[in-house]
């Protein structure tokens, strides 16, 4: 699978994981949550190329996406995903909890989402 097929099952497994959450669907939700998490071992798996392919969604106009991405990037794209994060932590909702316990994470040290 080539990187930019592998960002897209990235993006699309993000999507419907909060869909399936937002439908209270909790064991669909949680296989497409696999599904991403294999996408972005394969994107790590092929290095920094890898990683830049996924930093395309950094920019995504879904914010899950968009939020996502940035937490698995935080090592790689450190300024350009904590603002994204912080953006995030600012809104409402269970994107706002997950990116200020990401951020916190990190500035704990504790994060280990890409440890290199």
Do not use: C
Request: aromatic share 6%; net charge neutral; charged share 30%.
């Amino acid at each position: 699978m080539d990187l930019e097929k592998l960002v897209e099952e990235f993006a699309r497994n993000v999507s419907a994981q909060t869909a399936a959450i937002a439908r209270g669907d909790a064991k669909t939700g949680n296989k497409h949550a696999d599904r991403y998490i294999a996408a972005v071992r394969k994107l790590r798996g092929q290095g920094d190329a890898g990683r830049d392919a996924l930093a395309v969604l950094l920019k995504h106009p879904d914010k899950d996406v968009s939020t996502m991405a940035a937490a698995y990037l935080l090592r790689h794209r450190t300024a350009e995903s904590k603002a994204v994060l912080e953006e995030a932590a600012r809104g409402e909702g269970l994107i706002a909890f997950e990116a200020a316990q990401v951020l916190k994470n990190w500035e704990l040290g504790v994060w280990a989402l890409d440890p290199g």
